[in-house]
C-alpha cells in the first residue's frame, strides 16, 4: 500500500539526543544480538522510524544491522490510526537493561508519552529478543511477553529471520497462524 508524500522523506528534524548525558552506561565484554521492534502511529511514522534507527546507530556494532520492511498495522487494543511497525536486528555491548535505558531515552525524545496502555504513539521501541536469554525484571522482560502474539512483531521478524526461535516459546513461524486475523501488510516505499 502507497504512503501519502509526506510519509516517504526521513524527517530532517528528528531529534538530536545526548548521548553523554545518558552515561554510565552497562557496557560489556562480548556482543549481544538484540531484535528491536519499532512502531509509530501519530505524525511522520516513517520519518520518525527512520531517525529512530539512526539514533540507535552509535551503540550498534558497526556493520551488524539489519532492517526488516516497513509493515502498517491496525492498532490493537487501542485507539487511533495505522501503525507503522518494523524489526531491526544488531550487535550491540550495552547489557540488555542499559540498551532498554537507550530505547526509551529515544521514545522520550521523541515525545513518547505513557499515559495509558496501548494509547497512541509517536514512537514505541520495544526490545524483543537479546541473544537466547530470558529476563523477568519489573523493568524488563525477554522475550517480549506479547511477540509471539502480534502480526506486526512476527512478519518483520520472520523477514529477517525465518527460521528463529524464541527462547520459551519455541519457533516464530508456528505463531504467525495464530494471528492471521490480524491486519498487517507490508508497504513498499
Not at 77 to 100: E, H, K, Q, S, T
Request: aromatic share 6%.
Amino acid at each position: 500500500m502507497p504512503l501519502p508524500e509526506a510519509e516517504r522523506a526521513t524527517s530532517a528534524h528528528a531529534p538530536k539526543l545526548d548521548f553523554v548525558s545518558m552515561m554510565p552506561m552497562a557496557v560489556e565484554p562480548g556482543a549481544h544480538r538484540y531484535f528491536v521492534g519499532l512502531g509509530a502511529n501519530l505524525g511522520d511514522r516513517i520519518g520518525t522510524l527512520r531517525a529512530a534507527v539512526q539514533q540507535l546507530k552509535p551503540w550498534m556494532i558497526e556493520g551488524s544491522l539489519r532492517e526488516s520492511s516497513l509493515w502498517e498495522s491496525e492498532a490493537i487494543d487501542g485507539p487511533g490510526p495505522a501503525y507503522i511497525n518494523a524489526v531491526i536486528r544488531f550487535d550491540c555491548r550495552l547489557a540488555p537493561l542499559a540498551l532498554l535505558d537507550v530505547l526509551q531515552g529515544i521514545e522520550l525524545a521523541f515525545g513518547r508519552q505513557r499515559s495509558t496502555r496501548n494509547a497512541a504513539r509517536t514512537l514505541d521501541l520495544d526490545l524483543l529478543l537479546a541473544d537466547e536469554q530470558r529476563i523477568e525484571q519489573d523493568r524488563l522482560q525477554v522475550p517480549h511477553p506479547r511477540m509471539h502474539q502480534r502480526a506486526f512483531v512476527l512478519q518483520p521478524l520472520l523477514e529477517l529471520e525465518p527460521e528463529l526461535s524464541i527462547p520459551g516459546i519455541g519457533p516464530a513461524s508456528k505463531w504467525l497462524s495464530a494471528s492471521s486475523g490480524q491486519t498487517c501488510r507490508r508497504l513498499t516505499v
